[in-house]
């Protein structure tokens, strides 16, 4: 098995939901912006901390998106980064 890229976004309505997600994220992939990570993970990785992740949101009020991509070494970056 190989690692894959992940680009996870999400967007939050509680405060306190949004931190507790924040809290479980960070130390595993790399924020590259508010809200958004990066990590290269194995996939089996990544589907342990989707499990972790459902019950920490409202499904019906908060949005998590995660992106199998490309690595970002070849990414464009513009304005400040």
Request: with cysteine; net charge positive.
């Given at each position: 098995?190989?690692?894959?890229?992940?680009?996870?976004?999400?967007?939050?309505?509680?405060?306190?939901?949004?931190?507790?997600?924040?809290?479980?994220?960070?130390?595993?992939?790399?924020?590259?912006?508010y809200?958004?990570?990066?990590a290269?993970?194995?996939?089996?990785?990544?589907?342990?901390?989707?499990?972790?992740?459902?019950?920490?949101?409202?499904?019906?009020?908060?949005?998590?998106?995660?992106?199998?991509?490309?690595?970002?070494?070849?990414?464009?970056?513009l304005?400040?980064?």
């Amino acid at each position: 098995m190989h690692t894959q890229h992940y680009l996870l976004c999400y967007d939050i309505c509680d405060a306190k939901r949004l931190s507790r997600v924040h809290r479980y994220v960070s130390p595993l992939m790399l924020m590259i912006q508010y809200s958004v990570y990066y990590a290269e993970l194995m996939p089996d990785k990544m589907a342990y901390l989707v499990k972790k992740l459902t019950p920490l949101i409202d499904a019906k009020q908060d949005d998590i998106r995660i992106y199998c991509i490309d690595s970002l070494a070849n990414a464009t970056l513009l304005g400040q980064c």
